[in-house]
């Protein structure tokens, strides 16, 4: 298992991993295009991937500008194995290296997503967008853990 900077060329592979989750589904995939993916890698933020045998089945993405979290996502297959809490460690100690300005994120609830985030320190501050949880996470927290 290697975690490393996501790249352009990993779009693809990022584009299937995002298609397959079974939850936080994107009501249609044409939502999120490479060129998003592309904006977020390279202008807005920072990427990470997770590969086992050369294949991607993780990505991280963090909007420095909007100072929250853009996605993570593990392959189905890879569900379980603390791929998604590698990947948000690393992400979260390099944007926390840039800002301390505390940043957010929205999930769907009652689903694993929002036990993971509660599990990994975030704090729930109201609802965000069309029924999504808001959660927060302080500088002063992260550097805390």
């Not at 979290?69 to 379980?80: E, G, I, K, N, S």
């Not at 390099?94 to 999930?107: A, C, E, V």
Request: with cysteine.
């Amino acid at each position: 298992m290697e975690i490393r900077e996501a790249i352009i060329a990993d779009i693809k592979q990022i584009q299937v991993v995002r298609n397959l989750v079974k939850e936080n589904t994107l009501s249609n995939p044409n939502l999120v295009t490479d060129e998003d993916c592309e904006l977020f890698l390279t202008q807005k933020g920072k990427g990470w991937i997770c590969e086992i045998d050369n294949k991607i089945v993780g990505f991280s993405i963090v909007d420095l500008e909007d100072r929250n979290v853009w996605a993570l996502f593990v392959h189905p297959d890879f569900d379980q194995r603390g791929i998604g809490r590698k990947l948000h460690d690393v992400m979260l100690n390099w944007y926390f290296s840039k800002t301390r300005d505390t940043i957010w994120l929205g999930t769907a609830p009652k689903t694993r997503a929002e036990s993971f985030y509660r599990k990994a320190g975030w704090n729930e501050v109201g609802m965000h967008g069309k029924n999504e949880i808001k959660f927060e996470m302080t500088y002063a927290y992260w550097m805390a853990e």
